[in-house]
């Protein structure tokens, strides 16, 4: 009983204190704060990098209807278009150029199947089709590493 008696003014001090306080509650909600402002830079990061992507299939897409269909150039403009760095010149250190495939598939006109790109299509010639697509690697902080996909498809002249 007699601890009780000289442990309740002690309690009773710390319930009435208030110094401190603000350094507790900070302490609880700064690594939540941190993790999140961290996460929301990863995702912001990894969508910045998926739409840089995207924009340089379409630059390569855009490329292809103007008439070139070289797939080494193609490819070489793709990835210049990613990463802002030719063949020639070095890249950053940790930056990667994505991987980039061109392909060239050719269809009869309302058909979906492919065929030969040199065969014929009764009576007309096949429509030429050139994909495009482009991954790269990203390898975030916080969330789980991904992969970032893009494809086009553009019917060449």
Not at 32 to 61: E, Y
Request: with cysteine; net charge negative; hydrophobic share 40%.
């Amino acid at each position: 009983m007699k601890t009780q008696r000289t442990l309740k003014p002690v309690f009773r001090s710390f319930t009435r204190c208030k110094r401190g306080t603000s350094a507790v509650e900070f302490a609880i909600t700064a690594p939540l704060f941190i993790f999140s402002v961290i996460s929301i830079l990863d995702i912001g990061i990894a969508f910045s990098k998926q739409m840089n992507l995207d924009q340089s299939v379409r630059t390569g897409a855009e490329f292809v209807i103007s008439g070139e269909d070289d797939s080494d150039r193609v490819t070489e403009l793709v990835s210049v278009a990613a990463t802002g760095y030719s063949k020639s010149e070095a890249l950053d250190v940790g930056e990667a150029r994505p991987t980039v495939t061109v392909t060239e598939v050719c269809r009869c006109p309302g058909s979906a199947t492919e065929i030969s790109c040199g065969g014929s299509c009764s009576g007309s010639s096949p429509a030429r089709f050139i994909s495009i697509s482009a991954s790269e690697n990203y390898s975030p902080i916080l969330i789980p590493h991904m992969t970032l996909n893009a494809d086009i498809q553009v019917q060449a002249q």
